[in-house]
């Protein structure tokens, strides 16, 4: 099988970038080895080299993977740092790249999912205490026959187990990097999203990633970004996921580098090809040795990952080591321990101060960054909240620097955050058919009880109802911005998004999301 993607679908790695890369595991310049597919300009698939201490890493679809030889390209936990699926051994890919078989490497870093989105699902074993996959369970007292047919059915499924993991899984995983080859240029990142995260990570997974555009702490991240406008030099976005806030650097700043880090491939994967192709990626824990050289980032952005992080003071060391003089560190939305329900690795807000050290730094809750941004107002760094209000807080971030004059208040901004990129209708509204005059009704729509529980003051700034008349609906299919479209910016009904985000005509998204809905 030979190294063979789709041309119109796979965005290459600028190997521009390559002289901010240093080895993290003996600090040598990174170089480029073996070009698979690409050039020496634009590589899709190849080989990284570190003179220092041998090691090779692979590029495979544009993302750069920078792991040791015999490390994992693991799917990790969405909230701590344990492994849920053993991905695959980095010296396995590298080998695979050399001979050729660059859509094989590719697939054995998509996961569990086939190429119509079907699961192959493990199969639960019993287990004695009463503990199985919904939580604790009442047990009752079984003959001692019963017992021993459960032990057989126990060793056939562990049999099954590993005859799925063995062989139903790898081609699984192939007829969905082929499917991606054939198809995905005419996909939607939507449709990838669901594709991948609503199979097989659960609907929940899904719907934080395609629905995050508008959403509060989307809006609060926005506050933050926005205060790299004018950084000049490259911007790190750290634990990018599938690039929401890459797409605004990226989109927002024309030529200007962006480099999305997330430790998960397949997200990197959306982020590059779908939501923010103009950035460059690189597959990497965030909270270890960072690839990169000393002051490189003008600015470092974090938003809704941080507390996950198992080793934060280690993170903060390299983010301090890797930002510039006059650069602009923004941690944006981690939790704060002192306020239930915790998450991940949660610390107090005198812990996160404490990993700061003697940096200058300002707190803020996210209920103030919201109020002020749909009053257009950027965030205030010239003064910090009392401690005793933060910490009644759940949601805390924090902006810091070197620099001084870093923390002013910034009053307005001159346009919306949210209107980079394309004008889209917000995902989280369904419509039914258009009407004879070409208008279309709207209605704001939660897609689960638990989006809702997590997002509840969405229903303060985003209509219940609106009705979009035919202009605007032309204007949106024509990529223009013409003023009637400006009220329904104002209400968060459109926004702005990446090309490629929704990409289908506005009429035909509006009826296949209803159709999803109601499925």
């Known amino acids: 099988m030979t190294a063979n993607c789709c041309e119109s679908l796979i965005d290459p790695m600028n190997t521009d970038i390559l002289h901010w890369f240093r080895c993290p595991f003996c600090v040598a310049e990174i170089h480029l080895g073996k070009i698979i597919k690409g050039s020496e300009q634009k590589i899709q698939h190849g080989l990284l080299h570190c003179p220092g201490c041998g090691f090779e890493f692979p590029v ?8 040791g ?15 849920l699926l053993t991905g695959p051994r980095i010296r396995d890919l590298v080998q695979l790249l050399k001979d050729g078989e660059a859509m094989r490497a590719l697939s054995l870093l998509l996961g569990p999912t086939g190429a119509k989105g079907e699961l192959f699902p493990e199969l639960k074993v019993p287990r004695g205490d009463g503990e199985g996959a919904g939580g604790p369970r009442k047990v009752n007292s ?12 126990g060793r056939i499924q562990r049999l099954t187990r590993s005859l799925y993991r063995s062989q139903f899984l790898p081609r699984a995983q192939l007829r969905l990097a082929q499917f991606l080859e054939t198809h995905g240029a005419s996909l939607s990142a939507l449709d990838v999203i669901n594709l991948y995260y609503g199979q097989y990570s659960g609907v929940e997974t899904s719907n934080y990633f395609a629905y995050r ?15 790299m406008g004018d950084a000049k030099g490259p911007i790190l976005d750290l634990a990018c996921g599938v690039g929401h806030f890459t797409h605004f650097f990226a989109y927002g700043n024309p030529g200007r580098p962006v480099v999305g880090l997330d430790r998960d491939f397949f997200r990197l994967f959306v982020a590059s090809q779908y939501t923010a192709p103009e950035g460059n990626y690189v597959c ?47 941690l944006c939305r981690f939790g704060n321990s002192e306020v239930e329900p915790r998450e991940g690795y949660e610390l107090s ?145 459109i926004l702005g998004m990446p090309e490629r985000y929704c990409e289908r005509g506005v009429d035909a998204r509006l009826e296949s999301d209803n159709t999803d809905r109601q499925t």
């Not at 030889?69 to 492994?83: F, H, L, Q, R």
């Not at 702490?217 to 205060?227: K, V």
């Not at 952005?301 to 560190?329: K, M, P, V, W």
Request: net charge neutral; aromatic share 10%.
């Open 349 to 493: 807000l005198d812990g996160y101060r404490r990993l700061l050290g003697g940096w200058p730094h300002v707190f803020m809750g996210e209920d103030d960054l919201v109020n002020r941004y749909l009053k257009k107002q950027g965030a205030d760094l010239t003064t910090e909240a009392p401690a005793e209000a933060l910490r009644r807080q759940k949601w805390l971030s924090v902006v810091s620097s070197r620099s001084p004059g870093k923390f002013g208040n910034n009053k307005h901004f001159a346009d919306w955050p949210h209107a980079v990129g394309r004008l889209q209708i917000n995902p989280i509204f369904v419509g039914g058919k258009a009407k004879q005059n070409g208008s279309r009704q709207l209605r704001f729509e939660f897609p689960s009880k638990w989006y809702e529980f997590e997002n509840q003051r969405y229903r303060d700034y985003a209509p219940e109802h609106c009705t979009l008349p035919p202009e605007v609906m032309q204007a949106l299919n024509e990529g223009k911005r013409p003023p009637e479209v400006e009220d329904y910016l104002n209400q968060f009904v």
């Open 60 to 67: 495979i679809s544009g993302v750069a993977i920078l792991l």
């Open 142 to 153: 079984k003959p001692a026959g019963r017992d021993i047919r459960i032990r057989g059915i």
């Open 284 to 330: 990497t824990p965030a909270d270890t040795a960072l690839p990169f050289s000393e002051k490189v980032f003008a600015g470092i952005f974090c938003s809704d990952a941080f507390h996950y992080f198992l080793h934060r003071a280690a993170s903060i060391r390299e983010l301090q080591r890797l930002l510039s003089d006059e650069g602009t560190l923004a």
């Open 69 to 83: 030889p015999d490390d994992y390209v693991d799917v990790k936990s969405e909230t701590t740092a344990s492994t």
């Open 213 to 227: 555009f508008g959403q509060p702490r989307h809006l609060a991240g926005l506050s933050l970004a926005s205060l």
